[in-house]
């Protein structure tokens, strides 16, 4: 009776708790979007600013020269005073007067002028600062939503000593938060930043089109159109990242090659891929491990290798699983230990969790293989 009463007010904490949560994710999430809207205005803002300095710069210059041969002219007159008329005195010195009066307003403008777009700059720099916390914040606040409204709940019947069940949650938490962090800046340095170009590419568009040409509007229509497909190569590159929804309901051949078709397609580069394999399926562990392992592979040879041809070839044995992959780009030199090479790293430890091995060929100039076995168990 004691133990359900607890249960209880423990479901109804982390209920409160979550509804609480959730209202901040909105509020901070508006706050983002509101700091992001303005951004852009002032993005736009800012542009255009430094437009009309530039303009007011010019002009400023041209009222300079123009006042400085009015003087040369005045003095002229002064000089020969009997030479010239009342009326032609007069007129001198209005010109001369009224020139110096336009260049002192068009250097106030510029002065102006100068100063908004220090202070549309100071207020991009705020606004860019907001959000990145706005943005910091909601990933954050994702976590521990995530964590109350299903980690929380499963382990919180499993987990009766309260300290055991902290430390089992601040891991949860940290793992979660880690590939949450990996995947905004994924995110944040692939497909935002390439929108944001877009977007002040599409400005570039508008504005071609109406101060130049039709012609010089079409050439930037078509690298926008690249920026856009690059963009959406990213996303998708982001989703199979995640987890590729094929590889549940098709299998771990045909998703290896949808992925790689993808990527022959994208990037120009010829791939073959051949593939031996059994009747039956994988079970699901073994499907996901040679998935992500084929991907990294593939994925450090576009990257890094720069190859026209990339053979695959996966052989699914009645205890083995064979895979290799083969570039013909410039290779490396495998004695070298580059820093930062989390890839290879990663491919080792799943290989290794798999009880497998995997083995990497190189030299400089001459391509590169990469050889890997798991051995299959039942269970």
Known sequence: MGKKIEDKALDRIINEMVEAVENSKDEIFYIGEESRMEYDQLLADLQLTKEKVGDMIKEGDQLEQKVRYSKIRLSDVSRDFDRYSEEEIREVYEQTHKLQIELRMSREK?????????????????????????????????????????????VSQLIIDAKEKQEF????????????????????????????????????VDRTFRERSTEEALLEIQNMRKMVRS?????????YDLRPMALDDLGLLPTIRKYLANIEEFNN?????????????????????????????????????????????????????VISIIDDGKGFDVTVKKENSFGIIGMRER??????????HSEIGKGTRVLIKVPLTEG
């Open 231 to 239: 963009s959406l190569y990213e996303v998708r590159r982001i989703i």
């Open 110 to 154: 510029e002065k102006l002028l100068r100063e908004r777009r220090n202070e549309i700059q100071r207020r991009l720099q705020g606004l860019e600062l907001k959000m990145k916390r706005a943005e910091g914040l909601v990933g954050k606040i994702s976590v521990v939503l995530n964590y109350l409204n299903d980690d929380f709940k499963q």
């Open 351 to 360: 290989v290794e969790m798999l009880d497998g091995t995997i083995a990497f």
């Open 269 to 321: 580069i010829h791939i073959d891929f051949t593939a031996l394999k059994a009747e039956k399926r994988l079970d699901p562990k073994y499907e996901v491990a040679l998935f992500r392992l084929t991907q990294e592979a593939v994925q450090n040879a576009v990257k890094h290798a720069e190859p026209s041809t990339i053979k695959v070839r996966l052989e699914v044995m009645r205890e083995l699983v």
């Open 169 to 204: 949650g601040l891991k949860i938490i940290e793992a979660q938060e880690e590939e949450r962090r990996r995947l905004s800046r994924e995110m944040h340095d692939g497909p935002a930043q390439m929108l944001a170009n877009i977007l002040l590419r599409s400005e570039l």
